[in-house]
T-cell receptor
């Protein structure tokens, strides 16, 4: 079932620093790569997503870098804030079907 | 803002009992998903509906789990009998249209199931 591997499992960053979370996938049929943010007691919420026809996508402080040949993609959070403290999941799917999620990264941003 | 509704939010049951979870997707969303999220892991897709039809239930343990979306709107996920290993968060999500599109999946708050 585990077709998306995510690292690190947990991450502690100082306020203002850069948070980097990495994911690797196996299935070359995947063509949609979203990142979700989940706060305790809540369902995941879409943060940013990328398709494999571009190598980078930026929305505000959040950037996805995508390396199709290596089958890897990463989330960069610039100027990390305490409010960013949450669990982040990468995912991969084909046409938004059969979405496979990574195991999650618990991010803590210290003030 | 429209949200995916789920109930109950918490459920405690004894093993071998039957449990049922309900989901009401965002109005107009044709695709509905049920996920299971074990503590410390990512969500795992159990079943996906397009309107009232199942399009993927390959990961659904069909000997004990069943799901229905009779009128293509709200949905029920049932477990009978529940086992200790079923303790998890059960998440429902919906999207405008799943197959052949890249629509955002909107998740509900989940139902936390504890099997004793």
């Amino acid at each position: 079932q585990q077709q998306v591997k995510q690292s690190p499992q947990s991450l502690i960053v100082q306020k203002g620093g850069i948070s980097i979370i990495n994911c690797a996938y196996e299935n070359t049929a995947f063509d949609y790569f979203p990142w979700y943010q989940q706060f305790p007691g809540k369902g995941p919420a879409l943060l940013i997503a990328i398709r494999p026809d571009v190598s980078e996508k930026k929305e505000g402080r959040f950037t996805i870098s995508f390396n199709k040949s290596a089958k890897q993609f990463s989330l960069h959070i610039m100027d990390s804030q305490p409010g960013d403290s949450a669990t982040y999941f990468c995912a991969a799917g084909h046409n938004n079907n059969d979405m496979r999620f990574g195991a999650g990264t618990r991010l803590t941003v210290k003030p | 803002e429209a949200e995916v509704a789920q109930s109950p939010r918490y459920k405690i049951t004894e093993k071998s009992q039957a449990v049922a979870f309900w989901c009401d997707p965002i109005s107009g969303h044709a695709t509905l998903y049920w996920y299971r999220q074990i503590l410390g892991q990512g969500p795992e897709l159990l079943v996906q509906f397009q309107d009232e039809s199942v399009v993927d239930d390959s990961q659904l343990p069909k000997d004990r789990f069943s799901a229905e979306r009779l009128k293509g709107v709200d949905s029920t996920l049932k477990i009978q009998p529940a086992e200790l290993g079923d303790s998890a968060m059960y998440l429902c999500a919906s999207s405008l249209r799943g197959t052949g599109a890249y629509n955002e999946q909107f998740f509900g708050p989940g139902t936390r199931l504890t099997v004793l």
